[in-house]
């Protein structure tokens, strides 16, 4: 199947059988083969198997680290089926197999998670199985995840889709900021401080508690990162300066 790396091919064997009487020493052996090929990423289990496969073999283990799966074996790693699609030891969640193999239309090079709809990890029914990109997760989430039946599970990966389109074209009209690692609107972002500065005028208890934890927030960083504390002075007495500006224009 194609968008997966083949690891060995004519060049790389050939260099293993060229220099099979470096299999004595192993390490020497392997350390060759990454400087001859540095792009490969073997790993040292890795390269050891190869060498079995190929024949070539030392005295201490003269029949070879493992035997080599067929195509299509299944196995279970951490409670999830994971299904061998091409050799040496290419292996994939078995969930994403099948909607690869279902949807051979769709492009795969975009990062993403393979969503039990109904929950069931043993159900490997292509009618149960929907692709969720990785950058819609936070908003997935936020739209509550997945849920106890496929149907509301799908529509809620529709609401991220939708959202995420939204967000991308409000950032296009400069309506969008970015909070920490997400993006909001700037009208919602707006609305929450709002309703947080009535909070802090209204209760008391609330009010020093917040205070408090703000305090103990600066003094850890102008400890840790006194660059980034005066920076944060800079921004503050930039936003103050605005602010009284903005009261005397309104008259106040």
């Excluded at 201490?60 to 074996?73: D, E, I, T």
Aim: glycine content about 4%; overall charge positive.
């Amino acid at each position: 199947m194609k968008n997966f790396r083949t690891i060995w091919n004519d060049d790389t064997n050939g260099f293993i059988l060229k220099n099979r009487d470096m299999v004595f020493q192993h390490k020497a052996f392997y350390e060759a083969f990454m400087k001859e090929f540095p792009d490969s990423r073997v790993t040292y289990c890795a390269f050891k198997n190869q060498c079995c496969r190929l024949g070539v073999v030392s005295r201490k283990n003269p029949h070879g680290a493992c035997k080599c799966r067929p195509l299509y074996s299944e196995q279970v790693k951490k409670g999830y089926v994971r299904i061998k699609i091409a050799q040496p030891n290419v292996w994939v969640m078995k969930s994403k197999w099948v909607y690869m193999e279902t949807h051979p239309w769709e492009d795969f090079s975009e990062p993403s998670e393979y969503i039990f709809l109904d929950g069931n990890i043993r159900n490997f029914h292509p009618d149960n199985i929907e692709r969720l990109p990785r950058k819609l997760q936070t908003l997935f989430i936020q739209f509550g995840g997945r849920a106890d039946t496929p149907e509301v599970t799908r529509f809620r990966i529709t609401q991220a889709k939708l959202k995420k389109a939204l967000l991308d074209r409000g950032e296009q009209l400069g309506l969008v900021c970015r909070t920490g690692n997400t993006r909001t609107f700037i009208e919602d972002r707006n609305a929450r401080q709002r309703a947080r500065m009535k909070r802090l005028l209204q209760d008391d208890k609330f009010r020093e508690e917040f205070n408090r934890k703000r305090r103990e927030a600066k003094q850890r960083i102008k400890e840790s990162d006194p660059e980034r504390y005066k920076k944060m002075l800079e921004y503050q007495r930039a936003a103050d300066k605005r602010y009284w500006e903005r009261q005397r224009r309104n008259g106040k």
